[in-house]
């Protein structure tokens, strides 16, 4: 991980992408690209693609925007399930636990770099040093592994991020379309909506899959530059007119509990653990800038921004709509159509956001099942494998079309392994030989146990209530009402 790198930054690079290699490229020098696919994480997006070096503040507002995708709309149903003062300060936790792994995960891989000559290594490769660093013999015959175990979590974050994607298209559409006709220009008064009764919210998601199918085939990283731009412009935009607006006529809180049940906690914590999605950009974003050394201040004054906004929204959302706060705050928003024009402009968003995130896991899983073919095959076989992915991602939403139960699922399974089981895992595997603190080895396997047991509980209580449920309630997230 080299100090310095040659400066320039393209115009309008505005989000973050992975270190990828073109197709071209990729094809002349196959022993590399494992590697740099397996760093890929749940918010890096292509426009680093081609840029050389960036500023800290470049990188910082890289780290901020890789961290506010869809997690953060549910964040207010988060702090309700945790409680108004349990809410903040475990977020406040989450977020110091979080920026820790990844300084873990930054000083092991510097580490590796240092020790083998190598200018950039990534989660992947890290994990698969760490293990054959390892005192354990078979964990060092084993090594490879670790690269493929955090590809495997790598593709089923993308991949669950995709599901949850097409369940908010559909939710938010949904709720634009049956309050159409009740919808007015007059946003500081707004009366009871009467909702239109559509369709079940699954045709919705199967009306999307052609259109998802279509983004999907652009495997141009160029290409998907313009959707990520498209993307953050569309966020921005909406994420600035919601805070505008839960920040004004707030009830009084005194009603609310401070403490939820323990048995919505565990919600809380996937939902929470979802959010905090970009631990995969950081070894590339790291790697991207022309000055490193001051690259870990950067990360916990990112992290630190990043937390203090995540309280904010959450707490302000649960406030502002208490009981009555959706899976998504966009669902609670009045039926103006200044914010009904936000609900389609994180739709817009999402199908942008969509094409990015597939690509990583696509990037992943395509190219060893094309190797493996003749040329003339290798086309028809990618595009076979892209449009039954969709298809997929599609089938699981439909499976699971509970956008308060599918986030904290998503969060629990794949987010808790990548930013609290592995990195202290990994950090005690590189430098146990080399003699470690006792304090500070029981300090990793708390933090591992924690994201361990994160994953049982709000992985069994997520699937506990679709299955109490039964037939999914599919007219839930309608906006009855909106004060």
Avoid at 28 to 34: A, H, T
Avoid at 117 to 139: C, I, Q, R
Avoid at 451 to 473: K, N, R, S
Wanted: charged share 15%.
């Amino acid at each position: 991980m080299p100090e310095t790198k040659s400066a320039g930054v393209p115009p309008g690079a505005i989000d973050l992408k992975l270190d990828l290699r073109s197709p071209p490229e990729s094809a002349k020098k196959p022993q590399d690209r494992d590697s740099n696919l397996s760093a890929e994480g749940p918010s890096e997006l292509p426009s680093l693609e081609t840029t050389k070096g960036i500023t800290m503040f470049q990188a910082l507002v890289h780290l901020v925007k890789g961290n506010m995708g869809t997690g953060v709309l549910g964040l207010p149903l988060a702090v309700k399930n945790a409680g108004l003062l349990m809410g903040p300060l475990s977020l406040l936790a989450m977020g110091f636990v979080a920026c820790h792994c990844m300084h873990i995960l930054v000083r092991c891989a510097q580490h590796f770099c240092h020790r083998l000559n190598k200018p950039f290594m990534d989660y992947g490769e890290t994990v698969m040093h760490g293990l054959e660093a390892s005192p354990s013999s078979w964990l060092r015959e084993h090594a490879r592994w670790g690269r493929h175990v955090v590809s495997f979590f790598i593709i089923f974050t993308q991949l669950g991020f995709c599901c949850v994607y097409i369940v908010f298209l559909a939710d938010n559409l949904k709720q634009v379309v049956e309050a159409v006709n009740s919808t007015t220009t007059n946003c500081h008064y707004n009366e009871t909506a009467i909702l239109t009764p559509t369709v079940d919210s699954r045709l919705y998601m199967l009306a999307f899959l052609p259109l998802l199918v279509l983004l999907v085939l652009f495997r141009n990283l160029r290409v998907l530059s313009v959707f990520s731009m498209l993307a953050n412009t569309s966020m921005l935009v909406s994420l600035v007119i919601i805070t505008q607006y839960i920040a004004q006529d707030i009830p009084d809180p005194r009603r609310l509990p401070l403490i939820a049940s323990w048995k919505t906690y565990s919600l809380f914590f996937g939902t929470a653990i979802y959010s905090f999605e970009s631990i995969g950009m950081v070894l590339p974003l790291e790697n991207k800038m022309t000055d490193t050394r001051h690259f870990p201040a950067l990360l916990s004054l990112g992290m630190s921004i990043i937390t203090a906004l995540y309280i904010g929204i959450g707490v302000l959302g649960y406030l502002r709509f208490e009981d009555d706060i959706k899976a998504s705050i966009t669902l609670n928003l009045p039926n103006c159509w200044l914010y009904q024009s936000v609900k389609l402009l994180y739709i817009a968003d999402i199908l942008c956001t969509y094409t990015l995130q597939f690509y990583i896991a696509a990037e992943i899983i395509i190219p060893p099942a094309t190797s493996r073919v003749s040329k003339r095959w290798a086309l028809l076989l990618d595009l076979s494998i892209r449009f039954t992915t969709v298809c997929l991602t599609g089938v699981l939403a439909i499976l699971i079309p509970r956008l308060d139960l599918v986030i904290p699922l998503v969060g629990s399974v794949s987010s808790s392994a990548l930013v609290l089981v592995i990195p202290p895992l990994l950090e005690i595997t590189t430098y146990y030989s080399e003699g470690m603190n006792p304090l500070i080895i029981t300090k990793d396997a708390l933090i591992s146990l924690l994201g361990f047991g994160g994953f049982v509980v709000g992985t069994y209580q997520a699937l506990g209530e679709l299955i109490q449920q039964g037939q999914p309630v599919t007219f839930s997230n309608a906006t009855i009402f909106v004060q």
